[in-house]
């Protein structure tokens, strides 16, 4: 049961080896009991799975593909839910990782978050990432965006347009969405919790659901059943073997954030991995 949610000064924090460039946001934490114990779990941090990210930027681009030849006057923007977003920081790391790979958060993508906590939704709305907290991100990617003299003042969540939503259970939140992000909080639900939240999920999904290594081998029993049964099917291995290869090791594929495309859409990205005249680089899937 949770009985705390806290925002802790970074210095306490840093000695737990939180990455150091999450700084301004990361120090948040839910306190579990558990026991005569309170365990503390749930930290959030900028770009926490950027391989996830970057190929969710390169499924959106074959979504898109997939829209255009069905009718090339549709330029209704792609919607992207993150489920459980706490203070937004794996929103706006999509949102930058999307803009990097070519998609523009309105017109091609639309990013919500949505999260049962008021007092992360209300941060999230004001999220504010301080240029000074980014001198020392290696990541080139986030340089080019910070330095090309777009975000000189810092990022400002409200500039990446993202859209947090009230705060509200995920399994009260009605909006339909072409892809669903729900990473590190399957984890922390018990079984029946985690399996009414896919479920909802499954219903308000049109293509796209990924979620985290953990949740899936916590919950694997329950949850893939549901996946399966509603028509959503392991893109990620899909996608590795259209490309004929193999995981590096079979550790290291359970230990992906693992995505699952409907039927409706998995055939034509599938496809599209093969099809050379395809502008979609599905490099990131080879790994
Ligand atoms: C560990 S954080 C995960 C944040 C982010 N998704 C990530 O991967 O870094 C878990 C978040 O889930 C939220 N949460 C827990 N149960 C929820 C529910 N039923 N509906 C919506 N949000 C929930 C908590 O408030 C917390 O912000």
């Not at 219903?203 to 893939?224: E, F, R, V, W, Y």
Request: aromatic content about 8%; glycine content about 6%; charged content about 25%.
């Amino acid at each position: 049961m949770r009985i705390a949610q806290n925002r802790i000064d970074f210095p306490a924090y840093n000695t737990h080896g939180v990455d150091v460039f999450a700084r301004p946001h990361c120090a948040l934490i839910d306190i579990y009991e558990s026991g005569d114990h309170a365990h503390i779990r749930g930290t959030t941090t900028l770009n926490r799975d950027p391989l996830l990210l970057k190929r969710l930027s390169c499924v959106a681009h074959a979504l898109k593909a997939i829209r255009f030849d069905k009718n090339p006057l549709d330029k209704t923007p792609l919607k992207q839910l993150f489920a459980a977003c706490s203070v937004g920081l794996d929103a706006q790391s999509q949102a930058l990782t999307h803009e990097l790979k070519g998609l523009k958060s309105g017109k091609d993508i639309d990013i919500h978050g949505v999260d049962i906590s008021a007092r992360f939704t209300a941060c999230a709305r004001e999220g504010y990432f301080p240029i000074e907290a980014t001198d020392n991100i290696p990541d080139t990617w986030l340089e080019r965006i910070v330095f090309d003299g777009k975000y000189t003042n810092g990022l400002r969540f409200e500039d990446m347009g993202i859209t947090f939503h009230d705060a509200q259970d995920i399994r009260d939140h009605k909006e339909r969405y072409d892809i669903s992000v729900v990473t590190n909080v399957l984890y922390h639900m018990d079984k029946d919790t985690a399996i009414e939240t896919m479920v909802h999920l499954t219903g308000q999904t049109s293509s796209i659901i990924a979620t985290d290594p953990a949740s899936i081998d916590k919950h694997c029993d329950d949850l893939m059943p549901i996946l399966y049964r509603n028509g959503f099917m392991n893109l990620t291995s899909l996608l590795r073997q259209a490309q004929n290869v193999r995981p590096v090791s079979a550790l290291r594929e359970n230990a992906e954030s693992q995505i699952f495309a409907h039927v409706s859409v998995a055939r034509g990205i599938v496809e599209m991995c093969g099809d050379k005249a395809q502008p979609v680089d599905f490099s990131d899937f080879r790994l």
